[in-house]
């Protein structure tokens, strides 16, 4: 290694302007106009706030390094949805909105700026990120897992251009934001019969989305109130590892436990079209679980 340099591991952003071509080709005053606005009144502060650095700049996007993954994701998600209020009263074809792409990992310090795998993780995260959204590997999930408030949805493992392994990835996007419209494009292949079991559903789709609200304790008995959290969160875990689901983060269904709730309403604040319920029942030594999974379109 050349004099001068060092390795760290490190927290790595990278953020970019979604169509900045077509923007600047559009009206080339107007648009850097925003963005230094966007960057001044909003972006610039929040990563100073979270102790993050603003690495390099670019034309349409910035290269940022934070100490702490918790920091970094926070920043990062107070960012995109501060955007999406910025950007609520502004027409699509001259909004702005960023792509961003989060990575914890090695990298190469020369000075004032950084290089290796870690950055070009980071970037490509950003290249197949949503308008929006924001997507990070599971190197920085494990990290944040149960720290914030933000739920995140598993998209199973990706090819990075350039990057020899594949990276598995995790999804943000703000509330009411739609879900991609490929990423449940086999549902309609699944069993409209109620009577369906969950091996036979998952079976039949690619890359489901689901959530599982917290079980209800049906039972006079109040430690089975602590029972019911772990059962959701062993489940949570479970299916998590399941390549073929994107499943809503712990945080994320959390939310919902001892409200009624709308089906339909639940499933779009969380970005999932499937939910899974139920309840847990004390009957003398023993005890009854009950589940059941929801299709939130129908409520089959």
Request: proline share 2%; hydrophobic share 40%.
């Amino acid at each position: 290694m050349a004099e001068g340099t060092q390795r760290r591991l490190t927290v790595i952003v990278s953020a970019g302007v979604v169509g900045y071509s077509r923007l600047m080709g559009r009206d080339e005053a107007g648009t850097l106009r925003r963005l230094n606005e966007h960057r001044a009144d909003h972006i610039d502060p929040l990563i100073a706030k979270y102790g993050g650095r603003i690495v390099k700049t670019t034309g349409d996007g910035l290269l940022l390094e934070f100490p702490s993954v918790v920091a970094a994701v926070e920043c990062v998600v107070t960012v995109q949805e501060g955007m999406a209020a910025r950007n609520a009263d502004i027409k699509d074809d001259e909004a702005i909105r960023f792509r961003i792409g989060l990575h914890l990992g090695d990298v190469i310090v020369e000075g004032d700026d950084i290089f290796g795998d870690g950055v070009n993780i980071a970037a490509r995260l950003q290249e197949i990120g949503e308008a929006g959204g924001v997507t990070i590997s599971s190197n920085a999930h494990d990290s944040v897992y149960g720290r914030i408030e933000a739920g995140f949805v598993d998209d199973g493992d990706k090819e990075l251009k350039n990057i020899e392994r594949k990276i598995r990835v995790w999804r943000w996007r703000p509330e009411g934001m739609p879900m991609p419209a490929n990423t449940d494009n086999a549902a309609n292949k699944a069993k409209s019969s109620a009577d369906f079991s969950l091996k036979a559903l998952i079976d039949s789709l690619q890359q489901p989305t689901l959530a599982v609200l917290t079980f209800v304790n049906m039972s006079r008995d109040e430690t089975l109130d602590f029972f019911c959290d772990g059962l959701t969160e062993s489940l949570i875990t479970d299916l998590s590892r399941a390549s073929r689901l994107s499943v809503a983060a712990r945080n994320s269904s959390f939310k919902y436990k001892g409200q009624t709730i709308d089906i339909q309403d639940a499933a779009l604040k969380l970005g999932v079209r499937y939910l899974i319920e139920g309840s847990v029942q004390a009957m003398g030594a023993r005890i009854r679980v009950n589940a059941q999974l929801i299709h939130s379109a129908n409520g089959a």
